[in-house]
């Protein structure tokens, strides 16, 4: 190991003021700046200032000095006849068995083993109840979905889906209470839509009626085929108001708009509801047909083909208007009309009706 001693020319006794000058004296000599281009002056000076920084600190000093001087091992004799006596001297200590040590084991193991059949039992009493609460569960759930079946196939429905909903809000989870919710409105379905094709509308529209109350979500089927089986029966007001529930599922059907407008004009004589729904009906229709309502300015040939309902929708709207005395507007469907089907002689004569009110207002 490098002595930092010799390096920096000074005894181990030295004190700091003597490392120190040593240090200043040697770094003197040595430093790079004076020495430009010498590399052993350069690696001497490296020694030197480690040399300093070990010995000018007290603690890194005394590791130093402690591996750089370690104390001298001093031998210690141990005479033969005593190294002899240890080694034939008989063991002084014997093994005891301790009975209370073992008394108080065998009663923890007791102990434990107790409460273990204890919580065991506990177990069994609770499993066993609730396995008896379950079946309990399942026989009741079982017999009211019985019942719900006997008063479905009696045609009461409406008990048949209260009976099973009950089931259900009671908190259970089973999926024999789901299934046969399912199953009740599939087979209501079946029913309601096997009179409608038959034409018991009378009937179908009292099985669709009870459906829409127990589908999730209503589906528009249901609702078209309420509407239908109502108009059928005469019941133009429930028929306009399934249809318009169904216009808010499918806003862009020009038949159903036109069919709630016709039926609004013509069954109900409601002129302002007719004219609202025609309305939509024009926005739906052939864009250039909208650009001749909104601007009033014709851009379709003569010679493109047009929808017929197109034509029903403007002389539907002509109608209405001018139920409601408002005459423009009136007329001005009326010739949309008219260019929409030159031949019709209806559009003709409405207009001049038209006209005819308009000069006596």
């Known amino acids: 190991m490098t002595n930092y001693y010799q390096i920096l020319g000074i005894d181990p006794l030295a004190d700091s003021k003597k490392i120190r000058s040593a240090y200043k004296r040697l770094a003197m000599a040595f430093h790079p700046d004076r020495n430009p281009g010498n590399r052993e002056a350069e690696e001497v000076f490296k020694i030197v200032n480690e040399a300093y920084h070990t010995l000018s600190d007290p603690l890194k000093k005394a ?16 005479p033969t006849t005593i ?28 102990v434990f083993v107790l409460l ?16 008896k609460r379950n079946l309990q569960a399942y026989e009741a759930n079982t017999a009211g979905l019985k019942h719900a079946g006997t008063l479905f196939s009696a045609g009461k429905f409406d008990d048949a889906f209260t009976a099973v909903q009950l089931l259900r809000q009671n908190g259970t989870i089973e999926y024999r209470i789901h ?19 038959e034409r018991d509308y009378a009937a179908a529209a009292s099985l669709y009626l009870v459906l829409r109350r127990y ?38 059907n020009l038949e159903l708009v036109y069919s709630i407008a016709t039926i609004s004009l013509g069954k109900l004589q409601d002129a302002k509801t007719a004219a609202e729904y025609f309305e939509k009906a024009k926005i739906i229709i052939h ?75």
């Open 63 to 78: 590791r130093y000095d402690a591996w750089m001087f370690p104390p001298p091992v001093e031998e210690i004799y141990v």
């Open 83 to 110: 190294r002899y006596r240890r080694k034939q001297s008989p063991p002084t200590a014997y093994y005891k068995v301790d009975k209370q040590y073992y008394k108080m084991q065998g009663l923890s193991m007791l």
């Open 116 to 131: 273990a059949g204890f919580c065991f039992g506990i177990m069994n009493v609770i499993q066993h109840f609730v396995a």
């Open 179 to 197: 299934y046969t919710l399912d199953s009740l409105v599939t087979v209501l379905r079946k029913q309601a839509n096997t009179r409608f094709r």
């Open 215 to 252: 589908e999730s979500p209503v589906t528009a089927e249901t609702i078209r085929n309420i509407a239908m089986s109502q108009y059928e029966l005469g019941n133009y007001i429930e028929s306009v108001a399934a249809m318009k529930e169904l216009y808010m599922l499918h806003p862009a």
């Open 287 to 361: 864009p250039d047909v909208q650009k001749i309502v909104e601007a009033g300015i014709i851009t379709i040939p003569k010679t493109a083909p047009v929808p017929p309902l197109f034509f029903d929708v403007y002389l539907g709207s002509a109608e209405a208007n001018l139920q409601l005395e408002k005459f423009e507007n009136a007329l001005n469907d009326c010739n949309n009309a008219i260019f929409l089907k030159p031949g019709s002689g209806e559009a003709y004569k409405l207009r001049a009706s038209i006209q005819a009110q308009m000069q006596d207002n």
